[in-house]
Nanobody
Framework: DVQLQASGGGLVQPGGSLRLSCAAS????????IGWFRQAPGKGREGVSC????????IYTDSVKGRFTISRDNASKTVYLQMNSLKPEDTDVYYC????????????????WGQGTLVTVSS
């Protein structure tokens, strides 16, 4: 019922850009924070960014500050992650997720997420 469908991944050269989209449904999307984390198989989870409900405050992990921008469109119930100046170390599977609350307390703690989308940064 709860769906958080990530899309927009692909192969991009270092320095390039991608925009990821998260189509959310099956819950009160506009009342909850939604974020992104990335994880490779067998590796730990790294929280990337989160946007809160209400005033839309945002937070980012240090490694992406100044390069990534998270935003949300309440009308379409879609959350975006604009990724610029991509680096090889950004390569990972990206998942959109919700902590099931209005605020972003911790970038690494979420209750629900969907299938990820693969981002590969390589020349």
């Amino acid at each position: 019922d709860v769906q958080l469908q990530a899309s927009g991944g692909g192969l991009v050269q270092p320095g390039g850009s991608l925009r990821l989209s998260c189509a959310a449904s099956g819950f009160t999307v506009n009342g909850y924070a939604i974020g992104w984390f990335r994880q490779a198989p067998g590796k730990g989870r790294e929280g990337v960014s989160c946007v809160e409900s209400g005033d839309g405050s945002t937070i980012y992990t240090d490694s992406v500050k100044g390069r990534f921008t998270i935003s949300r469109d309440n009308a379409s119930k879609t959350v975006y992650l604009q990724m610029n100046s991509l680096k090889p170390e950004d390569t990972d599977v990206y998942y959109c997720a919700t902590p099931w609350r209005p605020s972003c307390t911790d970038l690494n703690q979420y209750d629900y997420w969907g299938q990820g989308t693969l981002v590969t940064v390589s020349s």
